[in-house]
């Protein structure tokens, strides 16, 4: 299965006394920067050196990639469009070739989400959705966006991973959230200084039609996975005559991306694969003993949460807090498959408030370092993206009044949807978002439960971009399907178009099988 990083997309009674301390929102607004917006064909002239470069090909140094024949570059652009004489950083792609050279007629570039999703070894797995007429055809072009992994990254120096966070329980928890979060902020400021706002979504589509240029080609396919569907859209909104077989799988609402309404939106869904979970999870108490009907599951989930925001709960050398505790559950419920070993680790998290000696299994470990201590690193970049892409309320009274709000019907997840993240304290972005509105072609993939970009949003960008065809997975609870959850159905679409370029006639319903 494709590895996926920890996605989004990649997280009470309150007096005015304490939200009026922690009143905080203009602390990342004291870096100035000064930018002016890029016209994408004007900037074209100033822009010839990065798309006439020649870059040098080499082993990618990673046994995934290098098994199949892949070799990778470090692609040069300027940070600033806008200063495209001024300073440059480089983004990191590889390139796995198409398997008969003859046939090849073009490349397909990749994003895995996140934002800040790692993307260079993305085919490695994903290539398996495809038909050998596809791979034949085409190279597959994996990469690390500007700002994560090994291209110019982003690095805060976060004392844990995560600026998503559940908010906890109550009031105590929450100002400890918006304390927390305020300071991942004030570290990116002080870590990166006047570069920070120069990672953006539109930036990273502008390097896309570099390297576009830099791989010889008039036109790019394109796969993007959650975030990535977003990313798509966006270059296809500014490069529309440079876009050629454009799919989108697991797709975000246009009108909701950011660190406010994206997050919210995940509330809903994430709640609905909690009972689910717990369903399940009750089908097999003799096996978790965590309850043996759903509503009596989710209560050993609440009163857990509540036990660690009263005292962090020991397992092996972590403390577990309200704030962490919840994204054990969140990280799983991207896939059906996750339920059962969910099920195990908040067993283990139970045993552990009980006082058992009982060590973290290794998958809940790496969960816990990452969550916890930002090891092996911090998710950094995915809030540099989100913040420097879209603006949001800087209030932590808003935040507030909807955590308490969601209460009713979001009783876990609604505390990481309306939780404040570090975008309340950045500073404002230095473009305007995108507004989507074309008729490029593209191919939609999308299913109905999908809790980290739900299935109304989908829509949403289905209606914007008029080019469009749809085709749904019913009654799934997965989050990108294209190499994570095989079906027929889906992956015939998406092969006969990237094959030949044919959408489908009308919108597709697809069963699970």
Known sequence: MRKVPFPLLCAMTWTRRVLTAFAVTGLVAAVA?????VTEHAAAEPLNRYYGQHVDWKSCDEPGLDGLGARCADVTVPLNYAEPQGRTITVAIS???ATDPARRRGVVLSNPGGPGGAGLDYFVE???AMTPEVRARYDLIGMDPRGVGR????NCHWPHGFGLQFAGPDAKSFA???ADQADLAARCVAAEGDRLPHFTTRNTARDMDVIRAVLGQDKISYLGTSYGTYLGAVYMQMFPERSDRMVLDGTVDPHRYGAAGMVQDMGAPNEAALDAWAAWTAERDGEYHLGATGAEVRGSVQRLIERAAAQPIRIGDFGVNAHALPLVLYIAFDSPHGYGLAAQQIRELTDAADGKPVPPDEDLAGKLATILRAQPRDLSPQM???CGDVGVPRDPAWY??????????QPVFGALADNITPCAFWAPPIETPTALANSVPNLIIQATGDTRTNYGGALAMHRVLTGSRMVTLQDVAIH????RYPNACVYDAFNTYLADGTLPAADVTCRDD
Do not use: F
Request: glycine share 2%.
């Open 126 to 128: 994903t290539s398996k």
């Open 176 to 178: 400890e959230s918006v």
């Open 33 to 37: 920067v000064t930018t002016t917006a």
């Open 95 to 97: 390139r796995i070739p």
């Open 151 to 154: 291209s110019s990254a982003v």
């Open 400 to 409: 507030w009044r909807n955590l308490e709000a969601s209460r009713a019907t």
């Open 480 to 483: 990108s399907i294209l190499g």
């Open 384 to 386: 540099a993206i989100l």
